[in-house]
């Protein structure tokens, strides 16, 4: 049997610790907010737009990573701006979700070469980052964690007490649009490592599991990243040694964990 110690050799291997490690942490944190305000379809929907920015950039020859932060930022700050209403515009949001993969689709249909960009899109590659990319995600999850400490204060008020918060002066649209700045650079990064149908894994199943161990804020937020650090680390050494897709085995042991966490009374 292979030795963790010879698994670590392997450069591909420390790229993918590091690379999931860095997006759990950042999806952890930011996904416990997210979850806690109810915003959930709307970070799934971010991927999904995120998928036709990744596209277009891939047909005009520029890294995916950069398309989908361009576009998951753009539909962000779109998405912030309708403040509060935001959870009234399900519909609205699941329109723009389908035409983006139609968009995303469309821009395929212009690139002959797309059959693994299309699976690595989908499902992600983590075993297939490199050092530029790896710096990449590690400033994308800097600015997100910077940017969510500089506004945590007022979206927590806001998340809990809006009415209250509203009376004190927050002001809620930019509240919400700073937000989901922040959740469309993290969906970004989190879909280079388990893919935009995946998003849910880490950015909400460790925090909805995190909510049912502990009510306690602060605790619940360590817990979430430390539950998707786990879950990342995790999938990617169960898929070394099984053989199986990393995205899948990062999706098992997520599911897992807030199945066990049902459990408790």
Same mark, same amino acid.
């Given at each position: 049997m292979r030795s963790i110690a010879t698994m670590l050799t392997y450069d591909f291997m420390q790229n993918?610790?590091?690379a999931s490690g860095i997006v759990a942490v950042v999806a952890g944190t930011v996904g416990y907010f997210l979850v806690l305000r109810g915003q959930t379809f709307a970070g799934h929907a971010l991927s999904h737009v995120g998928f036709a920015g990744a596209t277009g950039a891939i047909l005009i020859g520029i890294p995916?990573?950069?398309?989908?932060?361009?576009?998951?930022?753009?539909?962000?700050?779109?998405?912030?701006m309708l403040g509060e209403r935001?959870?009234? +515009?399900? #519909? &609205?949001?699941?329109?723009? *979700?389908? !035409?983006?993969?139609?968009? /995303?689709?469309?821009? =395929?249909?212009y690139y002959t070469a797309y059959a693994t960009q299309v699976t690595n899109l989908l499902f992600g590659n983590v075993l297939g980052v490199n050092r530029d990319t790896l710096w990449s995600l590690l400033a994308l999850g800097l600015v997100s964690l910077a940017a969510l400490a500089?506004?945590?204060?007022?979206?927590?008020?806001?998340?809990?007490q809006p009415e209250m918060a509203e009376a004190k002066g927050v002001s809620l649209p930019l509240v919400s649009l700073l937000f989901l700045g922040i959740v469309a650079l993290t969906v970004a990064a989190c879909t280079q490592i388990v893919g935009v149908l995946l998003v849910f894994t880490l950015m909400v199943g460790p925090a909805a599991a995190a909510m049912r161990l502990t009510s306690r804020l602060? +605790?619940? #937020? &360590?817990?979430?990243?430390? *539950?998707? !650090?786990?879950?990342?680390? /995790?999938?990617?050494? =169960?898929?070394?040694?099984?053989?199986?897709?990393?995205s899948f085995c990062i999706a098992a042991l997520s599911a897992a964990a807030y199945f066990a966490s049902l459990l408790r009374r």
């Open positions: 993918a610790f590091a995916a990573l950069w398309g989908m932060v361009g576009f998951t930022v753009a539909a962000g700050l779109a998405m912030g935001l959870s009234a +515009r399900d #519909v &609205a949001i699941g329109i723009v *979700l389908s !035409l983006s993969m139609g968009l /995303g689709l469309l821009f =395929l249909h500089a506004i945590a204060r007022p979206l927590l008020f806001a998340s809990l602060g +605790r619940g #937020v &360590a817990l979430a990243a430390l *539950l998707a !650090l786990a879950e990342a680390w /995790g999938g990617v050494t =169960l898929a070394y040694y099984s053989d199986w897709p990393v």
